[in-house]
C-alpha cells in the first residue's frame, strides 16, 4: 500500500549529472537501517532511466523498495510531492533548480547537493551533502528522515524560501527546466 509507505523522492530527469547512480548506492546503505522506507524516482521514460533501472539490478536493494514513476501528469506529481517523507536533489550541475523549490511548498524536508547553484537557490532551507560522498549523503537522508526538529525547521524554513521567488517571474526563466522534466514532454 503506497500511501502508507514512507518514501523518499527524486523528480527530473536521469541524465548523468543527476548523480542517480550515486543516489542508489546511498539507499542501498540507507535501506538497510530503513526496510520500510521506500524510494521513488519520477521522470521522462527514456534511455537514461532505463540505464539507471539496469544499474539498479547490479546494487543489492529490494527491488519492492524501489518504484519508477514514468511520465507522471501534473497531478500524480503533486501526489507525489505532498506524500513524500523527504525530497532528494543529489544533482553534481544545476542551472536552476524547480523541483527542490516544489518539494518546499509542498511542505517536504529537502536534502541536496552542496553545490553553487543549489545552496544559491534552496539558502538554509535545504539539509545539504557532498555529491561525492555517498556516506555523507546516507548520514543526510538518515537525519533529515528521523530528526523531527530539523524536519520541523526546514519545512518552516522552506515555506520562508519559496516566498522569495515569484512564479510568474520565474516562469520564463524556468521554461527550460519545465521542458526537461516528464509531464511537459509526453504529448
Known sequence: NHSTTPYLLYVGNAYPHKN????????SFFVRLHPDVHLVL?????IF???????????????E??????????????ELYRGAALYLFP????GFGLPPLEAMSAGVPVAAARIPA????LGDAA???????????????EKALTDES??????????????????????GATRNVYEQIAHRTTQ
Open 118 to 121: 543549489l545552496t544559491e537557490i
Open 20 to 27: 542517480l547512480e550515486s543516489l542508489l548506492h546511498a539507499y
Open 65 to 78: 523498495n524501489v518504484r519508477f514513476v514514468m511520465n507522471p501528469t501534473d497531478a500524480e506529481l503533486a
Open 150 to 171: 530539523l524536519r520541523t525547521q526546514l519545512v518552516a524554513r522552506g515555506h520562508e524560501q519559496i516566498k522569495r521567488y515569484s512564479w510568474s517571474a520565474m516562469a
Open 127 to 141: 539539509t545539504y551533502f557532498s555529491p561525492d560522498d555517498i556516506e555523507e549523503m546516507v548520514e543526510v537522508m
Open 49 to 63: 532511466y532505463k540505464r539507471l533501472q539496469k544499474e539498479l539490478d547490479e546494487i543489492e536493494v529490494p527491488r
Open 91 to 94: 544533482s553534481k550541475a544545476e
Open 42 to 46: 519520477a521522470g521522462r521514460n527514456d
